[in-house]
Structure formats: structure tokens, C-alpha cells
């Protein structure tokens, strides 16, 4: 990322999600490239202790908390960005919510829970960033996918089928808006050691009846390349495609996932 480091200082970036894992590991990034940092996440004392530790560390950032799945969330949160900065180049779209329930089992409630921050949440975020980058002479949005999507996980319906959404939202929003000069990607992360990883992990081993150890070892021992992602990995990837190298990559689905995807 060295030679493409520069093209990203000044850069105002939105990162949802992002008072910890992989939200947090891509803030951390940003900042590192003289990025200024717009962080929203839910979690109003995480957030803010976040936001500190990266000030501290030299980073021009704020806070802005908020339920992106709530009415209007994303007008605001786009607009207390861009008051701040005065442009919003960058919108990452990290916030996500998981579920494990097999297919039977799947209930309104939780079905629809996933949705509203998975896919309501990040549409109108993407919606009401671009129509500040449309102004503006153009952006990139960087959307969070699964590699869930392209495999048959019984317990993760609600989880995999949103994240196909987001695949979709990815590819229409690319061809919809590149006449505005901007991108739309995706990354489909692998496994990462991270909370919402943690908790998934958790769920399944306690319904299954496995130890915990032992199932996640059988969950790290099936990826082709034999070892798990990290969240500073995959965050190279996402802020490759924001720099000038990858100005003509849209529509694309970036695949971190240590070849997870051809299983």
C-alpha cells in the first residue's frame, strides 16, 4: 500500500461499524494514510474510546453514533460528515449484524432485525453518500459482503441471503452511478478472529453440541490456505480499492477469503 498511500491523505472517509474489528482495523488504515475519519457505530462508549485512542495517535476523526437501520439514520449520518469535513469522498459500509438459526427455525423477528441494518442500512447510506459524491465530482463506496453467498451454510440463512443483497446493491449501484465518476465494490472477508465471528462461532458449537476449541480448529482447518484472516488484511484490500490504482475497478467482488469460496 506504500506507493498508493498518498493518493488517500486528506481523503474524507465514512466507516460504519467502526468502533471495532474490522471497522476499527480499517479506521487504524485510513488514519495511518492521513485519511479524515467520519466513525459511526451504535455502541456510543466503544465509539468514542475508539475515536480517542485514534486522535491520540494523530488522526483527524469524530464520532457519530447511531442505528444506521433507523428512520432517516443515513441522511443524517451523511450529513454530520460532510458538515464537519465540508465532502465526503469514501464510504465504507462495514456494519453488519450476523445470525445463526437453520432454516426451520428462521423467525420474522430476527429475519428481519438482519435486514434492516444489512441491507436497508447500507443501501440508504450508499444512496445518500453518493448523492453528495454526485455533486462533488465523484467517490468510491466500498460495500461488506460474505463469502456466505456463494456457499450452502444451513444455519445462516438470514445471514447469507442479506449479504447476497448487498452483492446485488454492489453490482447495480456500480452500473447506476459510474457515469458520476463513482465506484462501487465489495470485499467477502474470510474467516477473522473478531467479536461478531466470536459469537457466531459460539452459537454454532453450542447447537451442534461441539467444543468450542475443536470446532473453531475445524472451521480454520478447511480453508484452503489452512490459517484465518485478519482484520488489518482484509482492510488493505478495501483501501486498495478507494486508491487511484483501482480508479477503473467497479462492480467488482474482491474475495478475501483465503479460498473459502470453493469449498
Known sequence: MNSDSNSLSGRVVLITGAAQGLGLATASAYARCGAKLAL???NKDSLNASVADLQQNGAECIAIVAD?????????IVQQATQHFGRLDILINNAGVSSVEALLDVTEREWDKVFSVNVKGLFFLLQAAARVMKETGGGRIVNVSSPATRMT??????????K??????TRTAAAALGVYRITVNAVAPGRMDTPMQRETEEANATAAGLDLRAYMESRTVDIPLRRRTTTEEVAEGILWLTTQTAS???GNRLNISGGLELN
Not at 451454510?153 to 442479506?162: D, E, G, I, K, P
Open 153 to 162: 451454510l444451513t444455519n445462516y440463512t438470514s445471514y447469507a441471503t442479506s
Open 164 to 169: 447476497a443483497a448487498v452483492d446485488y446493491i
Open 40 to 42: 459511526v457505530d451504535l
Open 248 to 250: 477503473y475497478v467497479t
Open 68 to 76: 444506521i437501520a433507523a428512520s432517516g439514520a443515513a441522511h443524517h
